[in-house]
T-cell receptor, first 112, second 114 residues
Framework: GENVEQHPSTLSVQEGDSAVIKCTYSDSASNYFPWYKQELGKRPQLIIDIRSNVGEKKDQRIAVTLNKTAKHFSLHITETQPEDSAVYFCAATNQAGTALIFGKGTTLSVSS | GAVVSQHPSWVICKSGTSVKIECRSLDFQATTMFWYRQFPKQSLMLMATSNEGSKATYEQGVEKDKFLINHASLTLSTLTVTSAHPEDSSFYIC??????????FGDGTRLSIL
């Protein structure tokens, strides 16, 4: 089945710096790749997603890139702010295309 | 839009009791609902996928007789943890999806079994 690897597990940056989180997936049939942000004790919230028919998507300070050949996708956050501190999860659709398989998460800490 | 309500948010009960968790899509019809389990500082582990009106599809290693899932309508799915034991203590979270739209998550239920 689908396997999603996420790196790094923790990331500390200074306010204003950029942060990059990378994920790889195993199933070449996966066609949908969302990123979720989860603050402590709260629900995961979708921050950006990308489908397999595009290579890059941007929404203000957040961007996602997808390399289907290499089977990896990345989250880029520019001009980081303390409120960006949270756990970020990548995900990819499973083999059946019916559910999401999540990476292990990245704890991002932005210090001011 | 796309609000998912999960209830209760926190439950503490004695070992051996059964606990029911509800997941509702408030402003859309969810053709599919998902149930996840999340241990502290870990990822979301998919337990089962539920389509309205049909039996849930359980992931490998998840006991279907232990975790009963019902998806009787397009806005409600329930997860019942039967004869709960301390090892069932965890954070359970549901998500709901309309067609091929993104999944939206509930606030989760923290279950503690004494």
């Amino acid at each position: 089945g689908e396997n999603v690897e996420q790196h790094p597990s923790t990331l500390s940056v200074q306010e204003g710096d950029s942060a990059v989180i990378k994920c790889t997936y195993s199933d070449s049939a996966s066609n949908y790749f969302p990123w979720y942000k989860q603050e402590l004790g709260k629900r995961p919230q979708l921050i950006i997603d990308i489908r397999s028919n595009v290579g890059e998507k941007k929404d203000q300070r957040i961007a996602v890139t997808l390399n289907k050949t290499a089977k990896h996708f990345s989250l880029h956050i520019t001009e980081t702010q303390p409120e960006d501190s949270a756990v970020y999860f990548c995900a990819a659709t499973n083999q059946a295309g019916t559910a999401l398989i999540f990476g292990k998460g990245t704890t991002l800490s932005v210090s001011s | 839009g796309a609000v998912v309500s999960q209830h209760p948010s926190w439950v503490i009960c004695k070992s051996g009791t059964s606990v029911k968790i509800e997941c509702r899509s408030l402003d859309f019809q969810a053709t599919t609902m998902f149930w996840y389990r999340q241990f502290p500082k870990q990822s979301l582990m998919l337990m089962a996928t539920s389509n309205e009106g049909s039996k849930a599809t359980y992931e490998q290693g998840v006991e279907k007789d232990k975790f009963l899932i019902n998806h009787a309508s397009l806005t409600l799915s329930t997860l019942t943890v039967t004869s709960a034991h301390p090892e069932d203590s965890s954070f359970y979270i549901c998500s709901a999806q309309a067609g091929d739209q993104p999944q939206h998550f509930g606030d989760g239920t923290r279950l503690s079994i004494l």
